[in-house]
């Protein structure tokens, strides 16, 4: 299902981005973790990195922003270009791996992020 939701909002931000002349952009899901200070064996330490707004940068402006769904997903119209990658909240000035994107014409990529929570 929530697969399902990020192609569907991906297909409603490229239809509205196609008139103004760009069909390019990413998708994909951001996790975060750990989740916890220790891990166990068969637990999942890592999980969707819930309602954090992702920031697409060029020359050290914000050019764009998009907020991840209840699972993790995201997805953004952006001009084919290279942007380094935020987030907020900021967590510990830990940059998302990776922390720059190339965005290719044409079809949108999926481009998974991690966000290093900190937690050791």
């Known amino acids: 299902m929530g697969?399902?939701?990020?192609?569907?909002?991906?297909?409603t931000l490229l239809t509205g981005a196609a008139g103004a002349?760009?069909?390019?952009?990413?998708?994909?899901?951001?996790?975060?973790?750990?989740?916890q200070p220790v891990c166990e064996v068969?637990?999942?330490?890592?999980?969707p990195a819930q309602g954090l707004t992702l920031l697409f940068m060029r020359n050290g402006a914000t050019v764009?922003?998009?907020k991840t769904n209840a699972s993790g997903h995201y997805a953004i119209a952006l001009a084919p270009a290279v942007y380094a990658v935020r987030y907020l909240p900021r967590g510990m000035?830990?940059?998302?791996?990776?922390?720059?994107?190339?965005?290719?014409a044409g079809t949108?990529?999926?481009q998974d992020f991690f966000v290093d929570t900190?937690?050791?």
């Open 93 to 104: 000035g830990i940059p998302p791996r990776p922390s720059s994107v190339r965005v290719p």
């Open 21 to 35: 002349g760009t069909r390019s952009g990413l998708y994909g899901l951001v996790t975060r973790g750990p989740t």
């Open 42 to 47: 068969g637990k999942p330490c890592n999980g």
């Open 108 to 110: 949108p990529k999926r």
């Open 3 to 11: 697969r399902f939701v990020a192609v569907l909002v991906l297909a």
């Open 64 to 66: 764009a922003r998009t």
């Open 118 to 120: 900190g937690i050791r």
